[in-house]
Structure formats: C-alpha cells, structure tokens
C-alpha cells in the first residue's frame, strides 16, 4: 500500500512524515517522529494517555488517522514547555503531586492545558468534568485537581502574562 | 489493535463525496468524527477498503437558527453544539444531551451526523432527535430526502439511510419547552443503562400543550412514545397521568442483559429515569 | 553563612531527610514527557512480535497453518509449540510451582491464551499477519465455575498433570484440583465453633479483578550475537528474578543477560510475572538476531495477563454473647484459572491469607485454601497487595459486620472490643504469624471522632425512619474498616520466590565532592523511589537528598533484589538502604577521627558531621570526610567511600489503618454517591508524608473501583466479558471524591528507621470500608452480606430482593 506525504506542524516545527492511511496518528508521532510524550493506554479512546492538541482542540491520537490531521498544528506535552522554562501546568503537577508513574501525565496537562485556555477560571467540578476523558491509575485524581486549580490561579496573576 | 488497509478519500464537495460513493458502494464507508467506526477498524470488525472522510466538506458544518426550524451540519461536533449560544436558547436540551456525551476529547472529535446516522443504540443523539421530531436530510445519486427521526430507525446499525446516501443535515422545530435528557450510567462518559429525553410544553392555561419522549439504549433502537405524550397532553402533567405515561413508555421497552445489568434492573431504572425526566422538564416550564 | 554558623535545626532541614514532603526528583521526566518507558525504546532493525491468541476457553489445537501469514511482505517468522519445544521453551515454570504453556501445545485453556507469535517488520503488518494465521480448534466443555471442577463430568484442564497426585504445595485430590493449604487447628476451632454461645456464618466473594496498569506488559528483547550478551527491556517489577528466570530457560549464562526495567507506567502486581510475550520475544531475537518487541493491547492485558482475587470465602466466627470472639474459621475456594501463575513466595501457595485475623485478638482460628484450575486466565497476583492481604482483610471485616448483625451490636464497638491492645505486641496469631507493633484502639478512636460516629449512626437512623415513612428514596451507609496488613517479604527462612531469598539490596558510592549514588535491587512503577529512598539516605549519611541519585532497574548495575510489589521496598530495600547508609558512616567515623586527631570513640554523628564530644566547634562534616578518603592516606583504612548492604529482615511489617467511608445510596437506581472518606494510616515512621498522601489517594481510588464494579467477568462459555475499558471499570476524576487523610505513627521496631510500607494499605482496607458502607446502609432492612462488586444493578438487586421496591 502506498504512502502518503503527512504534512504537519508539531510543537512549532514543520515535519513530515510517510504514513499509509491507516496509520494511526499516535503512532506516527511516537515512532516517526520521535514524540514519545503521548502514549497509548487503551486503544479504545477511553483513557486519554495520547491525548494531543490539534487545532486548538484536545484529541485523543489514537482514534484519528495520522492522514486526517495532515495540515494540522499539533501541540503535544513536549511543546508545551522546555527544560529551561516549564508551563505553569508542568511545575505545579510538580509541586503538588499531581503524578506518579507519570504514564498518564502528558495527556492529562495536555488536556488541562486546553482546559484552561477554554476556561481560565474553572471550579473544581469543572475541572473534575473537563478531564474526565483521561483515567489516571495511580493518584486518585486529588492531586491532580488540585495542581490544575493551582495552575490556573497562578495563570490568573498578572505578572504570570510574560 | 491495528486496522486494516485502506485507501483514503478526503471530498471537499458534497458532490463529490455522493459521487465517490456511489462509484465505491459497498467497499466504502463515510467517516465522520471516527469515533465509532476507527476503534471498530482497530478490531477489524469494520473492515472497509475505502475511508470517504467529510471533514473537508466546509458546508456540512453549521448551525442556522432561522424560521423558527434548526439545521445543524452533519459534520457539527458536540463540542460546537455545546458552545453555540444559538442553539441553547433555540434548543436548549441539546447542550444538555451533548454534555452527557463520552467526554471532552471525544466531544471535539464526535459529530451529531455521525451519532445520529450509524444506528447504535446506545448513541444518545437519536432519542433526542425523535423527541425534537428532527428529520435527516439524506444525499444521494438520486437526490436528496428527508427521513423523520420517528421513521428511521429500524434495528440496531439499521437504519432507512441507504448505503449509498450520506446524511448531510439535522432539521428540527425550535423547541424551548421545558425539556430533559436524564441518563443513568455506570460513570461518566458510558453509554445509558437508560435514558429519556422528554420535552414539555406548558400553556398560559397551565395545560400540557406539547410534550415530546422518547428513550436511549433500552431496545435496539431509540424508542418513542408517543402513547406516553398523549396521556399527558390529555390528562395534564400530574402524579397520576405521569405514572401512566411511565407505564405506557415502560411496555414499549425491550432493554436486554449486559453489564449494565439485567432487563429486569433497566426496566426498574428507565422508569424511574423518565419519571425524574418528566418531573425536570415540567418544572422547567 | 557558614557550615558552622548554620542551627542543627537548619541543617536538618537541609538534608531533605526523613519526614520531609520532598517534591519528587522523577517528575522533571514525566511531566515533560521524557519518560522512557518499554514502548519508547526504539531500535536499528527492531521487529515488532505479535500473538495469535485463542478464540476459544477451552479447545484442542488440530492444526496451525501460518503459510498465508509468511506470504505477507515483512513477516519474519511465526513461532509456535512446535518451533519452542526443541528448546524447551513451549512451556515455562509459574512462580507457584507450576508449569505454563507458553505457546499452546496441542490444547488452548483459556480465551486470549497464547497460540502463535508473529514477527514482523512493524506492527501493522503483523497485526495483518495475526489475522492470516489459520488455527483448526476443536472446541472442549467449558469449566468456569470451580464449585464444579471435581464434579463426575467436569471436564480435565491440564491433561499434562491430570495422573499427578502430588503437586507442588501437597497432595492433589482431583485433576482439576491444584492444592489444599491448611493453616492453625481444625479440630479446636471446630470445637470452639460447636460450644460458643453465637456462631456467624457467610460466604464472602472478593470477585475476579486485575491490576490495570496504564501501561499495559511490553518488552524489547536484543540477542547481541557478536558479544554473546542479551539484553530484555521490559515491565518487570522483579528485574533480577526475570535475568535468572531468563537464565535458567534459555541456557544463557547469567552474566550474559542484562535486563533493565526502564521507566513503568504502573504496576499493581501486574507485572510481577513471566509472561509468553517476553519469552517469544527473547526467542524471536536470538532467531532473528535483531531486536524485538512485543507490547501487549490493553485487551490482551486484561484477558491474558494477570488476574487478581477471585477468592470464595466461607467463613465461621464465634464469640460470646456480649461479643468477645472466641474462634474464627475459613475454607477458600481460589480459583486460579488454566495454570497455577500466583505471585506468592514459594511456602505459600494462598499468599499470606493467614493473616485473615486482621487487627483481634482471636485465640483459635483455622484456614483451610483449595487452589482449583478453570478455563480461565492464570495469574493471582497481588494487585496493590501483599500476596492475598486484601482478600483476608476483607474477609475478616466482612465477618466482623456479619457478627455485629447477628449479636445486633454496633460494629465500631464490636471491633474496639476485640483488638489487639497495644501491650500485647509483639502478639502471636492463631495463624502463626509474630505481629510486631501496633496501637489499634488509639488510631480507631481518632477515626470515630474525626467524623463524629454517633453523630454519623443518629443520623443514619433518621434517614431509615424516613425512608420507612416515604420520605425518600435514599440510604445511608457507614462502612467501617480497620485493617491490618502484612508487608515486607520478607524474611528469607521463609520467604522465597523461585528458590530466591526475599532480602532486598542497596549499593552506596560515596563520590570524592560529597555527593552519591545509590543502587537498589527494587524498581519504582510510580512510588517515587528516587525520591524517598534518597532521604532515607540523607538522614542517615548526612548528605542532602538532592546530591544523591537513585537507580534501579538494571541488572548489570543494580544488586541483586527481589523487587517491587507487596509493599516490600521501604521494609527490605529501604532497611537496606538504611544499613548501608550506616556501614559509610561507620568507616567515615574512622576517617573523621583521623582528621580530627581523636580516638574513634571521642568523636560522635550529628545530622551531617562528626562532632569531637565537648568540642562542638571541632567538626568534620560527611562531605568533608568523603573528600578525604579520596585524597588522602588514611593509616588502616581502604581509600573510597562505598558500602554495600543485604538486608535479610527479621519479621515483616504490620501497617494499619482505621478507615471510614459514608455513602449515599439510591435504592431504585443502584446508584451510589461517596459522601465521605476518612483514612487514617499508620505505616510507622514516615518518610516523605507527601507521597504517602499521594499513595493512599491512589490506592483508595482502586479500592473503590474494585469495590463498586471493576471485574473480569466471563460468560458460561468462558469469553471474556469486560475486555476493555469501556466495561473494565476505571473510575474517572468525576466518580472519584476528595479523601481526608490522617495518621498515626507506630514504628517498626524491628525496622532500621521503624518505617512499614504504605502503597497498599489503601486499597488493603479501602475495599472493605466501601463495601461495608453498601452493605451497613440496608442493615436496617436485614440485610447480611451482599457481594461485591457494588455496581448499579447489583444494589438494586440487593433492595429488590429486600422487597423495597413494592
């Protein structure tokens, strides 16, 4: 079966990659382009472990065909913050103990991330509600909310706006 | 959990898509959100040689509000329902089933055209749509249709869109009646273990002038009742009419063992699901 | 400032040692998503390995065609029995003294089972390939009930053994029947069962469930056949078990095997165990002589890899009428499906469900386990437990409630009056266990009064009146729980796995600047071992936690250890870390001394240095001593600063806890709401409060999972009915509440820092209190014991059948 040219942009970057159709977008990201922050849990979209931002939106990259995003912007964990500068998000599951085996953490911040630029001051139901696409096995959720909470508070400073 | 081989088709013309279609037939299948028909591929129990996408296919996105009749795109996720301020005050029940609806990555992905076309009986979409009274505008080589929500379901993955037809288009009366979709399920996101979508309309006089029901995942298709509504257009919205509309709606039911539990058990629960619906909806008049 | 101006206060603080919320050291990683786990690892020329797996429970193999599968372009091979058995490999020793078929060999004995691996270039076409391999079944009865395995038609599982009477734990009665393990005194606790004033009895159920990591079993086999070396990357909690196992089955010298456990998404037991796919990985690459890997789907993980529980509990207590108990007894039907794979250390063939008198003083007791084969998939594993903890914590707080109904006396009372007190430890159990601290009746009545207990009962009895009355439609449940765990396998006279004592180990460099490397022989699945087990060290060594790395997790640098599951790192490892620790700070006292120009005796530790006694302001820190024993000739001592420590511990570790969960109930829905959870561990001395938090979160949150729906549930065929996660309950941050944590702090006195384990305890007596809350909130009604788990369908059973539904 032939491939195809996969144009997208990942994390600021131009890439490209060589994909039948049925390749599915996780595992071109995974093992052609070496984005190995998102991973698969389920394969059933139950568990959001691959969850990426694609267009401004949160999807899980194991149910779409990495051909359906051609063209895309995709924003994965590893384009969220870097070494010498993390996202609020990323400090504060930090410092709250927001993760353990940290499987389902690239998912779940890439989902709060979207979360919150949707909605910058969520209750915590709200944020109970809007990542409920992504299971967690290890922290019991607690201090996931709390770091998100946390997150958005610091978000909503104004000497946060660089 | 790998799919199978297949040639991809992006259309950027509805034409096109009925065209490929037609010239495809049975080896193709229409994608729209993926997110019923992509993991059925990673089983290979969806095995089609040909993927005709319509995400390209700008004008099946829409929601237009005009004439007292809503239309929405087949191609309109639940995330865009969710956000339309539009269809809230036009229709207010659908952000409310929408929200009820897997969960947020599968809401920007999911389309209303795909949870109302593919005939799941535990998509939630198509008991709303018979409770709205929408019909599907259906395209195909020989034109374009209408089909009544009411008319068209027939069995579970069954439905009166031919094969060779995509569904374009969501056509329902505006409805701000008090309305309700109630869904019982074993967490967030799951399917029903039983649901009710219930609509109410309340007259100056204080009368049931419109009432609208209709039940998800409790038979092999969406289950309208309409014997339900007419009691309670008779006999008002009252203690007595409600429980005879629920016994009414509960015999037209046919929910089977699964996980979620014995026939016995949804049977209990739909009615206590419709009754909370009914009870919601009238209070919202 | 200086060192010497700094307060002993301050420099404690300093080290980041014990009893300091330390952030954690792994989060960096993760949170940028830099993890490296098994499916990251990417290789020149890696294969992908899939498997052909059985349709059927129960079936004869007649033949395997995989000519359509080898015509595929990138298919490499398709391995089968046939292809493993001149090597010995189609078959592989369970850790329960059994034997597992690693391809199927002429019989398939459960659904997802094993029949043929595929090895490709990629996983598609291999996936491709699966689907092309033609297996010719004969289809076989069914056996998935085990009350009907020694029936006259039952059909024989394991024709392999079916002529054997003896099998590795005792006599066999029954083809199908695989031990009986016996424990304490039958006839005198029958005896006190016949003369006691009150007798309860119940069947308790704890149903089939798995671990269900986030990531599911994967490994990256790579034969170097140029330097003769394999190295297998995978999910292995027990790295160096697996180099040995892997030793032993392929002939490879062990010295030439490197396994590396890398990063692990979760563990829970689950990945305890061998399994065919690191086998047929392993094969495949010295076959192939390029690496290859294999990653389980979640599917395959849930119905092949290793289940939890599934344990029928028929129990006796006795007490007198004012509810002093006098006797309790136990017979287990454990059904461990097709092969005999538990997890237990060698001698214990049922886990430690001897410890199934949990927290009372019970003067006489007696368990008898009957281990029976089903056309069901192996495992038993510990999931989040300590080899069967959790089915003896909830029997025994299951029979307590059961007791307090049938003496009609509340059973928060009834439990206070039967702990053991404080100035019986150490307490010998009727069960052969010595426990080794402990202060129940402190930590229980901190528990009541945290959530106002009579308040909570006053209340609950005014909803049933208005219930009665019509009021509503909702009950209240209060379920109780104080559980007893036992953790820290353990002590190596009885404690084994595959022949390997249960020590754990750790290796400590000291380098020249003052910073270190420890080394241990467990592996983090998420505990944040990097984290703790350096403040262990910090406080013993006086080196602050940040200049101290921690690894695990490769055999070619670790010390050999055990592993990670049944809470046993801080107990073993963490003990040996605390040792070693103290065998650098006995040589640096040496050393101190010398640079200090003082008798050995003269000088003494604190917090960081070597202080000259009456002296104070003579000192020389650790860090300073490190330096010197790399740069200077100290008469009579070794340059460098390394210890290394084996730690063979004297007992295990009795954690504890006093949890309280209340529920809301709505009897004609079965729905379930979590209003409260108040759980009070007291896990001895804490090391990083924290994670210990974090971990009691999360092993809460699988307890109510557990509890109130998560099951591997099978139809009578023997298909796997909750394969995936939309029926594999997994609850999501919307089902799961907010919990108050609380502790005591009773330390190990066998314990180098007195610390016990904590990881499990959560899930050890979390499920007994949701339980309990479902079962107390129709106690009014005259309800015993429901089973588990409490889905919505199975609540509103129990009212349905209570006749609340007329």
């Known amino acids: ?162 | 959990m790998i799919p199978g081989r297949f040639e991809y088709h992006q259309p950027e013309t509805l034409p096109a898509a009925v065209a490929l279609l037609s010239d495809l037939g049975e080896d193709a299948r229409v994608i729209a959100g993926g997110h019923s028909l992509i993991p059925m591929m990673k089983l290979r129990l969806a095995m089609p040689e040909h993927l005709i996408d319509l995400r390209a296919i700008g004008t099946l996105r829409h929601i237009t509000v005009a004439d007292g009749q809503v239309r929405i795109g087949a191609m309109t996720t639940q995330a865009e329902i969710i956000d339309s301020g539009a269809l809230q005050q036009s229709a207010p029940i659908l952000r409310e089933t929408s929200l009820q609806i897997a969960d947020p990555q599968v809401r920007y992905a999911g389309t209303i055209g795909g949870n109302v076309a593919n005939g799941d009986p535990g998509n939630d979409m198509p008991a709303l749509m018979q409770c709205l009274d929408a019909s599907f505008k259906l395209q195909g080589p020989s034109g374009e249709r209408e089909v009544a929500a009411r008319e068209f379901y027939e069995a579970a993955y069954f439905t009166a869109r031919d094969d060779l037809e995509i569904l374009t288009e969501i056509l329902f009366p505006v409805s701000t009646a008090g309305y309700a979709y109630e869904k019982q399920k074993r967490k967030i996101g799951d399917y029903a273990t039983a649901a009710a979508a219930v609509l109410l309309g309340k007259g100056a006089d204080g009368n049931c002038n419109h009432a609208a029901i209709a039940l998800t995942n409790l038979a092999d298709t969406p289950i309208y009742c309409e014997e339900a509504c007419a009691q309670l257009l008779q006999s008002g919205v009252n203690a007595a009419s409600i429980q005879s509309a629920v016994q009414s709606a509960m015999g037209q039911i046919e929910p089977v063992d699964d996980n979620r539990g014995p026939a016995e058990f949804k049977k209990h629960a739909a009615a206590v699901i419709l009754k909370r619906a009914i009870d919601i909806a009238w209070s919202r008049n | 400032m200086s060192a010497a101006e700094e307060t002993i206060q301050e420099r404690t603080a300093a080290l980041k040692g014990l009893g300091t919320s330390r952030k954690r050291v792994e989060d960096a990683r993760f949170t940028q998503g830099k993890g490296n786990y098994v499916d990251d690892i990417k290789m020149p020329d890696m294969l992908f390995g899939d498997f052909v797996r059985s349709p059927y429970a129960h079936a004869r193999v007649k033949s395997i065609d995989s000519s359509a599968a080898m015509a595929v372009p990138g298919v490499i091979a398709v391995l089968t029995a046939q292809d493993l058995e001149p090597l010995s490999l189609h078959w592989m020793p369970t850790l329960a003294g059994d034997k597992q078929m690693v391809l199927a060999d002429g019989k398939v004995l459960f659904q997802g089972q094993e029949v043929a691996f595929v090895v490709a270039e990629d996983r598609y076409i291999a996936a491709d390939a699966v689907d092309l391999v033609q297996v010719e079944y004969e289809e076989l009865p069914v056996l998935v009930d085990p009350f009907k395995a020694e029936l006259p038609d039952a059909p024989v599982l394991r024709e392999d053994i079916a002529d054997a009477t003896e099998g590795a734990h005792g006599p066999r009665r029954h083809p199908n029947h695989i031990f009986t393990w016996e424990q304490g005194d039958k006839s005198a606790t029958e005896a006190v069962l016949a003369e006691a004033p009150v007798v309860a009895e119940e069947m308790v159920y704890y149903h089939r469930t798995h671990p269900c990591p986030m990531e599911t079993c994967g490994a990256v086999a790579s034969m170097d056949k140029v330097n003769g070396k394999l190295t297998l990357w995978g999910t292995f909690q027990a790295p160096h078990v697996v180099r040995t196992v892997a030793s032993l089955l392929s002939g490879i010298a062990e010295h030439n095997i490197r396994v590396v456990s890398p990063d692990i998404g979760g563990g829970f037991g689950n990945k305890v165990g061998v399994y065919p796919g690191y086998v047929c990985a392993i094969v495949a690459s010295i076959v192939t002589g390029q690496p290859v890997k294999w990653i389980e789907d979640r599917m395959e993980n849930l119905s092949a890899t290793a289940f939890a529980r599934d344990y029928w509990m028929k129990g006796k207590i006795a007490a007198t009428d004012d509810g002093k108990i006098l006797g309790l007894w136990c017979h287990t039907t454990a059904d461990h499906g097709a092969f005999d794979a538990c997890a237990d250390p060698t001698k214990y063939p049922a886990g430690f469900m001897n410890i199934c008198t949990g927290s009372y003083d019970i003067p006489m007791a007696y368990l008898a386990v009957d281990g029976i084969y089903t056309n069901k998939a192996p495992g038993g594993v510990a999931y989040r437990c300590s080899f069967r903890v959790t089915e003896a914590a909830y029997f025994i707080e299951r029979m307590i409630e059961v007791l307090a109904i049938k003496l009609n006396m509340d059973a928060a009372e009834l439990r206070a009056k039967n702990f053991i007190r404080k100035d019986q430890f150490p307490y010998h159990s009727a069960l052969g266990w010595e426990y080794d601290s402990g202060d129940y009746h402190t930590a229980w009545n901190k528990a009541l009064e945290a959530v106002n207990y009579t308040g909570l009962r006053a209340e609950q009895a005014q909803q049933v009146e208005d219930f009665k009355a019509g009021k509503t439609r909702k009950l209240m449940g209060i379920g109780l729980c104080h559980f007893t765990e036992i953790v820290g396998a353990g002590p190596v006279k009885n404690c084994d796995i595959l022949g390997m004592g249960m020590f754990d180990s750790c290796e400590i460099r000291i380098h020249p600047t003052g910073s270190a490397i420890a080394r241990l022989g467990t592996i983090s699945q998420g505990q944040g071992h990097a984290t703790t087990f350096a403040q262990i060290l910090a406080s013993e060594i006086g080196i602050s936690a940040d200049d101290i790395t921690v690894e695990e997790g490769d055999t070619d640098t670790a010390p050999y250890g055990l592993g990670t599951y049944g809470s046993r790192s801080t107990p073993v490892a963490g003990a040996a870390t605390a040792m070693a620790g103290r065998k650098i700070r006995a040589k640096a006292q040496m050393i101190a001394a010398y640079l200090l120009e003082v008798h050995d005796n003269d000088i003494e530790w604190e917090v960081d240095r070597f202080v000259v006694k009456g002296a104070p302001e003579r000192f020389k820190t650790m860090k300073e001593v490190a330096f010197a024993s790399y740069t200077q000739v100290i008469p009579g001592v070794e340059p460098g600063l390394e210890a290394v420590s084996y730690y063979d511990p004297p007992n295990m570790t009795y954690p504890f806890g006093a949890y309280i969960c209340v529920m809301d109930i709505d009897v004609d829905t079965g729905e379930s709401d979590i209003r409260q959870f108040y759980a009070l561990d007291d896990c001895g001395t804490r090391i990083n409060p924290m994670i210990i938090e974090g971990q009691v979160h999360g092993g809460l949150t699988e307890a109510l999972a557990i509890a109130l729906g998560q099951e591997i549930a099978y139809d009578e065929l023997g298909n796997v009915k909750t394969g995936s996660l939309m029926d594999f309950f997994i609850p999501t941050s919307w089902e799961t509440p907010n919990y108050q944590t609380d502790f005591t702090e009773t330390p190990s006195p066998h314990h180098p820092i007195g610390a016990k384990g904590v990881g499990e305890s959560p899930n050890v007596g979390g499920v007994p209190a949701f339980s309990n809350a479902i079962n107390d909130a129709f106690r009014a009604f005259g309800l015993t014991h429901t089973h588990m788990p409490h889905d919505h369908w199975r609540i509103w059973k129990t009212a349905n059948d209570l006749g609340l539904h007329s």
Request: glycine share 8%; proline share 4%; hydrophobic share 35%.
């Open chain 1, 1 to 162: 079966m032939s491939k195809t040219t996969i144009k997208l942009n990942v994390n600021g970057q131009s890439v490209e990659a060589q994909a039948e159709p049925r390749e599915l977008l996780i595992h071109v990201l995974r093992e052609q382009l070496q984005i190995t922050g998102p991973h698969i849990g389920c394969e059933t979209s139950h568990c959001g472990a691959c969850t990426v931002d694609i267009d401004g939106k949160s999807i899980k990259s194991c149910t779409l065909f990495a051909i359906q995003a051609q063209g895309s912007e995709i924003t994965t964990i590893e384009g969220l913050g870097n070494p010498d500068k993390l996202h609020v998000l990323q400090e504060k599951f930090k410092e709250h103990h927001g993760l353990q085996c940290g499987y389902c953490t690239p998912g779940m911040i890439t989902r709060a991330h979207r979360l919150l630029e949707e909605n910058p001051n969520p209750t915590e139901e709200d944020v109970r509600f809007g990542i409920a696409g992504n299971l967690c096995r290890c922290t019991g959720y607690q201090n996931i909310v709390k770091a998100v909470m946390a997150a958005a508070d610091e978000l909503n400073q104004p000497e946060a706006v660089a």
